[in-house]
């Protein structure tokens, strides 16, 4: 129904369906498995502190003949606390990861004031844009892009970028669907990447136990799920699927990644889509007020 890959502004590639590894427990496991059954999107970060695991399932991988590195698209990130030495960074990641380059490397957060070792430390973001942009002519990273920015920070981005952001990643789910974000997106030639497409994830309700909201349990998603003989899980990655975003739905079940790439067979119809509108609540599953590190601050507003 749908091609496995989009590409993006630099003409690479990129898989739709992917695995994302914020809450993943067994991560190199789950890599290996993950490469072994066909995915071949690995969305990793540094903060997520998984490095030596998903490069030594890469390199497994790689070793006994399941993939080439050439084939698989890894997505990192670049840290807050990270900011001043980007370069230094994605050193150490590389190093830990085993490998030579990743295939894209994001700005985490928009963030450029924190405090290390009890000092402030300011770095504007046409500081790190101008780091970033160095990894990608040192080959070091094959694009560049941007996580968690709202359109004033994009235009803002792309008014001194000398080369553009390949991706945004952001949250995209049902209940926020972020239009006019996505759209602003399009109109620029960057490719939207969705996290917490499932709103489900294990950090949600570590930051916030009392949240409640359960896609699963839509009436609206488990019916179109009995009607294509799907689960509400690929009901949900579908609807997004259907809008041109790349997804990466975590998992710690190796039994859910054919269940993952399964959602490019079949679609929705516009109708269908339509109706879906009717659950966006414009409310974050990953609400930054929650995440004691930010001190209650909304780097969305």
């Not at 071949?40 to 997520?48: M, Q």
């Not at 990270?82 to 700005?107: C, F, I, S, T, W």
């Not at 294509?228 to 975003?245: D, F, M």
């Not at 993952?260 to 119809?269: A, E, P």
Request: contains cysteine; charged residues 20%.
């Amino acid at each position: 129904m749908f091609s496995p890959h989009i590409y993006l502004s630099n003409n690479a590639s990129i898989p739709r369906v992917g695995v994302g590894l914020a809450s993943v427990e067994n991560p190199e496991d789950l890599v290996y498995q993950a490469l072994k059954n066909g995915i071949r999107l690995i969305d990793t970060a540094s903060i997520y502190k998984k490095d030596r695991e998903v490069g030594n399932a890469i390199n497994k991988a790689i070793s006994d003949g399941i993939t080439t590195r050439e084939e698989i698209f890894l997505v990192s990130k670049l840290w807050v606390h990270e900011k001043d030495d980007p370069l230094k960074a994605l050193e150490r990641q590389l190093k830990e990861l085993g490998l030579n380059y990743v295939d894209l490397y994001l700005d985490h957060w928009p963030m450029q004031v924190f405090t290390r070792d009890g000092q402030l430390v300011k770095v504007p973001t046409h500081i790190v844009w101008k780091a970033m942009e160095n990894l990608v002519e040192r080959g070091m990273s094959k694009a560049i892009g941007i996580a968690n920015y709202n359109v004033q920070r994009i235009m803002d981005l792309l008014s001194y970028a000398e080369i553009s952001p390949s991706v945004l990643q952001v949250e995209v789910n049902p209940y926020f669907h972020q239009s006019s974000l996505i759209n602003y997106c399009r109109s620029n030639n960057i490719a939207v990447m969705g996290y917490n497409s499932l709103c489900n994830a294990k950090y949600i309700y570590k930051f916030q136990p009392d949240f409640s909201l359960n896609l699963f349990e839509e009436p609206l998603i488990k019916a179109l799920a009995e009607k294509y003989q799907k689960t509400p899980a690929q009901v949900i990655l579908n609807w997004a699927v259907s809008q041109n975003i790349v997804v990466i739905p975590g998992t710690s079940h190796p039994s859910r990644i054919f269940e993952n790439l399964d959602v490019l067979s079949f679609g929705l119809t516009s109708e269908e889509l339509t109706k879906l509108k009717s659950l966006d609540r414009n409310i974050r599953c990953n609400d930054s007020t929650k995440w004691g590190f930010f001190e209650g601050v909304d780097f969305f507003a």
